[in-house]
């Protein structure tokens, strides 16, 4: 991976998260409540091949949320994590990526590209909910629970919204 690379995607995704909290998190204190919903990824509580700075940025901002947790939190501010699993978007349904989730299941991955439906078929039989992976809207129900005062008392959590994918991780 390349230097500028590397750097781009902690930039974006790890850097862009932080500078967001800091941007809004003194308006927050001064109102001496708020709610702070940062998005991470599945993909950020275990390695992945071909992708470690997404990983590691995406590791790196549960670290930052619980670390603003504990900052804003006598300042009445909640701060929480959404990690969706595998969401199905144009940066997931391509061919390679296709390919590696049959192949994550099966042990190797097909010879030609599977189509979305055949991706889907061999994936969700592994998934608790049998769903090949979430749709956007899926995510969603999880952030408005964080922002209600229903979750006046939630902080520090991760909540991972997987169709029970995260079910088979330790």
Partial sequence: MDDADWRDVIDNNLNGTANTIRAFAPKMRVAGKGRIIVLSSMQGKHGTKDAASYSASKWGILGLMKSAALELGQYGI??????????????????????ESIGEVTGHAPSTPPTPKEAWDVRASTVALKVGWLQPDDISPVAVF????????VTGAEYEVTGGDSAKDI
């Fill in 78 to 99: 909640t701060v929480n994590a959404v990690i969706p699993g595998l969401v199905d978007t144009p940066l997931t349904r391509y061919d390679k990526r296709l390919s």
């Fill in 146 to 153: 964080l922002a209600s005062d229903a979750a006046a008392l």
